[in-house]
Nanobody, 121 residues
Framework: QVQLVESGGGLVQAGGSLRLSCAAS????????MGWYRQAPGKQRELVAS???????NYADSVKGRFTISRDNAKNTVYLQMNSLKPEDTAVYYC???????????????WGQGTQVTVSS
């Protein structure tokens, strides 16, 4: 079984910062891309940022220059440093990992339970 456990969400004032962490554990052979998604009330889940095992990153236009994604491959952990937060960043943030559990398994997408980020104006 694979688990992704997020931490670091909370309430912050506009202009503030938060750092999210997500640790993957369990039966993991290799992790390809890891990422952060978010879903605000009444909206669809959207990609915030992703990072490959080699360190290539991709960001949503709305967070470029404010958010930074990084990962520690030895710890199977991905981070999201969020600076200059805006009220529109308020959402539940979900961690994802595209990984293989063993040599005979296909790559699959796994998700964390989500962590709430609330930015007050």
């Amino acid at each position: 079984q694979v688990q992704l456990v997020e931490s670091g969400g909370g309430l912050v004032q506009a202009g503030g910062s938060l750092r999210l962490s997500c640790a993957a554990s369990g039966s993991i052979l290799v992790i390809n891309t890891m990422g952060w998604y978010r879903q605000a009330p009444g909206k669809q889940r959207e990609l915030v940022a992703s990072i490959t095992s080699g360190g290539s990153t991709n960001y949503a236009d709305s967070v470029k220059g404010r958010f930074t994604i990084s990962r520690d491959n030895a710890k199977n952990t991905v981070y999201l440093q969020m600076n200059s937060l805006k009220p529109e960043d308020t959402a539940v943030y979900y961690c994802s990992a595209n990984l293989r559990t063993n040599w005979f398994a296909n790559l699959g997408d796994y998700w964390g339970q989500g962590t709430q980020v609330t930015v007050s104006s």
